[in-house]
């Protein structure tokens, strides 16, 4: 798994080990930072939140791509022990936070995030709660772009007030939901 663009493009990234972890396919990153760099918000010097951040592969690529701070949740130990990894190989200790957490039960957030990402295990239905919580603790920008990433043909609608589906793009498995604010730019 490699950065698909920007300043660490070709890198690349370790993954954590077993079925717990599905990273997002390198055509799917690419694809969905593409439509994130042709509309708003711009990535330059934004805060990020990377949900369910297996080996943070979505994070890393909001970083490289020129996000100044990224978020990452992730309650597998595994897992954040990759993320520290590869934050550490990419010389980027600086510009992320690391939470074991449950995305489904944040803490209140330092300051809202203008970019959300969000890939929970496919077919578990943790995507509607964990936006919720993540809505309701304040990690949403009046002005958010959320990315949620589904199974193809997993069901899912805003389970938020104030939030509507703007787009949907399905790559193989993978389906891209994309949730704009309703008062935000």
């Not at 920007?6 to 972890?21: I, K, W």
């Not at 793009?169 to 949730?179: I, N």
Request: aromatic share 6%.
């Amino acid at each position: 798994m490699r950065i698909v663009a920007g300043r660490h493009r070709g890198r690349v990234l370790q993954a954590p080990s077993g079925p717990q972890t599905r990273p997002t396919a390198d055509r799917v990153r690419e694809a969905l930072f593409n439509i994130i760099a042709h509309g708003a918000p711009s990535l330059a010097g934004e805060r990020v939140l990377d949900a369910f951040a297996g080996s943070g592969a979505l994070g890393f690529e909001a970083l490289s791509r020129g996000a100044g701070h990224v978020t990452f949740m992730e309650s597998d130990g595994a897992a954040l022990a990759v993320i520290f990894a590869n934050a550490k190989k990419l010389g980027v200790l600086d510009q992320v936070t690391v939470q074991r957490l449950d995305a489904t039960k944040p803490p209140k957030a330092p300051t809202p995030c203008r970019l959300v990402l969000m890939d929970p295990p496919y077919k578990s239905g943790l995507a509607r709660p964990a936006l919720a919580a993540l809505q309701a603790q304040g990690w949403l920008a009046a002005d958010a772009l959320v990315v949620v990433e589904v199974a193809a043909g997993e069901p899912f609608a805003s389970p938020v007030a104030g939030l509507a589906i703007a787009d949907e793009r399905t790559y193989g498995a993978a389906r891209l939901v994309f949730l704009r604010a309703l008062g935000g730019a």
